[in-house]
């Protein structure tokens, strides 16, 4: 789950940065300067958070991890929320949809697992 997590984090950053044109178009946003900045330091945030995610794979078990993986999820939260928001109000189209359940639930599943490992302890 944190491998794959961590890849599509990886070609989001990556979609991000280098073609946020396409990135707006897919949800139905038509690009300026403006927007293709905003988004490209999107990127840059979440390029950010591919490495501590990615060394999560190795061990979940430690307390900069936990911390590492509670950010991740308040990320999935929070951009789900964000894009939800912008779905209500007819600023993106129904293509964002998939992607704010796969967030929702893939935070969902993480918050899950620390529960289900902290019980263990």
Same mark, same amino acid.
């Given at each position: ?19 946020? &044109? ?34 999560? +794979? ?7 991890? +936990? ?11 929070? &951009? ?18 998939? &992607? ?7 935070? &969902? ?13």
């Amino acid at each position: 789950m944190i491998t794959f997590t961590t890849i599509l984090m990886a070609l989001s950053a990556i979609g991000f940065l280098f073609f946020p &044109s396409n990135m707006l178009a897919v949800v139905g946003i038509v690009s300026n300067e403006e927007m293709d900045f905003l988004l490209r330091t999107t990127g840059a945030a979440v390029a950010a958070l591919v490495p501590g995610v990615w060394a999560l +794979r190795i061990s979940t078990a430690s307390p900069l991890s +936990r911390s590492v993986l509670t950010g991740l999820v308040g990320y999935l939260f929070l &951009s789900s929320l964000v894009d939800l928001y912008a779905y209500i109000h007819l600023i993106v189209n129904t293509a964002s949809l998939p &992607s704010i359940a796969f967030r929702i639930l893939t935070g &969902s599943v993480i918050l899950w697992l620390l529960r289900k490992e902290t019980t263990k302890r």
